[in-house]
C-alpha cells in the first residue's frame, strides 16, 4: 500500500509497503544489475550506506545464472543475502540496449544471448514467469522502450503494442500469485508509460494504463538521447495523468540534478548506474559539484573526497590515497569511490524527504543545484 505523508507544491514525500519492508519515499534505487553491485560494494555494505531498493535485471539474471537457479536457491533475497526490497527490471529495457541481438514480434522478442549467442525468447507471460522466480518485491511489467528519436508512426505503434503486453502481464501475475508454489505470491507489479517526446500519446497511454489499477507506474523512455528540457517537459505533462495515490517511477535517471527537477515534478521512485559507473571511472559526487579524482592536482591532496560527507570513506581515506589506488588499478580504490557515490546519492534523497516534511523543497533544490554546479574543489 502506498500513501502520501505530505505534499510541498507537487513534490510528493510517501511510503510505499511491500512484503520485505516500507520504502520511504522519495527514493533512488541501486543498481545490482545481476544481484551484485559493481564495484565489489557488498549488501552488508548496502545495508549501512542507507540503501532502501536495490535494483535487479530480469533478463541478466535470466541469461545467468538462470532464474530457475535462483528460484531453487529460495529467490534473489536469500540468492544475494539482502532482506529489504529487490525491484526486476522487466527485460524491456534490453529491447532498446541490445537493438542489434533482437527481434520485436506481436507475441514477444526473440533475443541472441549477448553471452554466448544462444537465442532467447521473452515476452510479456516469460517475463513475469521469471521475476515470479527471481520473486523480487516489484516486477516491472514488459514493454519496449523505443529509441529516440522515433517516428511518430513507430511510437504509436509500440506504445499499443506495450499496452497489450501490460494486459498479458497483468493476467499472468495474477495467475501466479495463487499457485501454492510461488515464492512471493505478494509481487507488485508496475506498468511502464512510453511515448518518446511525443506529449500527447505519452497521455492518452497513461490515462489508459491509469485504468488497469497497478501497484505503481513508471515513466520509461527517457534518458535515451532527448535533452533534459525535453524530458522535464515529458515529466511535467504526463504525471498529472498517472495516479497519484500510486507511486510514479522514472527509470534510468539520473543525475542529482535530474532527480531534484523530476521530485518537484511529483517522481518517488529513480535508479540509475551513474553513482557506481562513474565512481568505477575516478569521478566523485559531491556537495561542491563533481569531481575528477585522476586529475594530477588530487596527487598530494590530503583532504578527504567531500568534507560535508559523512560516509566510512570521506572519515578515512584521503583523495590522494584513492587517486593512487584508481591509478595503481586496485579493486579498493573502486570499492571505495562506488561506496561514497551510493552514500551521497542515499543522503540526497534523505534530504530531499526531509525538505518536502518542512516545507523548503524550493529552496533546498536552488541552493543545491549551485552547489552541484560549482566545479570539484
Known amino acids: 500500500m502506498y500513501r502520501i505523508l505530505c505534499k510541498d507544491g507537487t513534490a510528493k514525500r510517501g511510503e510505499l509497503q511491500t512484503v520485505h519492508g516500507t520504502i520511504q519515499t522519495p527514493v533512488f534505487m541501486n543498481v545490482g544489475t545481476v544481484g551484485a553491485m559493481k564495484g565489489a560494494v557488498s549488501t552488508q555494505d548496502l545495508q549501512h550506506m542507507k540503501t532502501q531498493v536495490v535494483l535487479c535485471n530480469t533478463y541478466h539474471l535470466h541469461v545467468r545464472p538462470g532464474d530457475d537457479i535462483v528460484r531453487k536457491m529460495g529467490g534473489i533475497h536469500k540468492f544475494m543475502v539482502w532482506d529489504k526490497p529487490v525491484l526486476t527490471d522487466s527485460g524491456g529495457f534490453q529491447v532498446f540496449s541490445l537493438a542489434g541481438l533482437r527481434k520485436i514480434k506481436e507475441e514477444g522478442v526473440y533475443f541472441h544471448s549477448h553471452i554466448d549467442g544462444r537465442k532467447i525468447f521473452m515476452g510479456p ?114 504525471v498529472p495523468y498517472l495516479p497519484e495515490d500510486k507511486p ?34 575516478g569521478h566523485a559526487y559531491t556537495n561542491h559539484g563533481k569531481m575528477n579524482l585522476l586529475n594530477a592536482r588530487y596527487e598530494s591532496d590530503d583532504m578527504p573526497l567531500d568534507e560535508t560527507c559523512d560516509c566510512p570513506v570521506c572519515r578515512t581515506y584521503s583523495r590522494a590515497y584513492i587517486r593512487h589506488l584508481l591509478k595503481a588499478k586496485e579493486m579498493l580504490g573502486l570499492r571505495l569511490m562506488v561506496t561514497h557515490n551510493l552514500c551521497f ?31 570539484g574543489k
Request: aromatic share 8%; glycine share 8%; proline share 3%.
Open 125 to 238: 507471460e516469460e517475463s513475469i514467469q521469471i521475476q515470479s522466480h527471481i520473486a523480487s518485491t516489484i516486477a516491472m511489467a514488459f514493454d519496449e522502450c523505443p529509441p529516440h528519436p522515433a517516428t511518430r508512426k513507430y511510437m504509436q505503434d509500440s506504445v499499443e503494442r506495450t499496452t497489450r503486453w501490460l494486459e498479458r502481464c497483468k493476467r499472468e501475475m495474477a495467475r501466479l500469485n495463487v499457485l501454492g508454489d510461488t515464492l512471493n505470491p505478494k509481487q507488485l507489479l508496475f506498468g511502464i508509460n512510453q511515448g518518446g517526446t511525443y506529449a500527447d500519446i505519452r497521455k492518452e497511454h497513461a490515462k489508459r494504463i491509469s485504468d488497469m489499477e497497478l501497484d505503481g507506474y513508471a515513466i520509461g523512455g527517457l534518458a535515451v538521447g532527448e535533452s533534459h528540457e525535453e524530458m522535464y517537459d515529458i515529466i511535467e505533462k504526463t
Open 345 to 375: 546519492y542515499n543522503t540526497l534523497m534523505e534530504e530531499i524527504r526531509a525538505a518536502i516534511e518542512q516545507g523548503c523543497f524550493q529552496e533546498y533544490k536552488k541552493q543545491k543545484l549551485e552547489l552541484l554546479r560549482e566545479e
Open 248 to 281: 510514479t517511477y522514472l527509470m534510468g535517471v539520473g543525475t542529482p540534478a535530474n532527480i531534484l527537477e523530476a521530485v518537484e515534478r511529483g517522481v518517488d521512485f529513480f535508479d540509475c548506474v551513474y553513482p557506481a559507473r562513474n565512481g568505477r571511472h
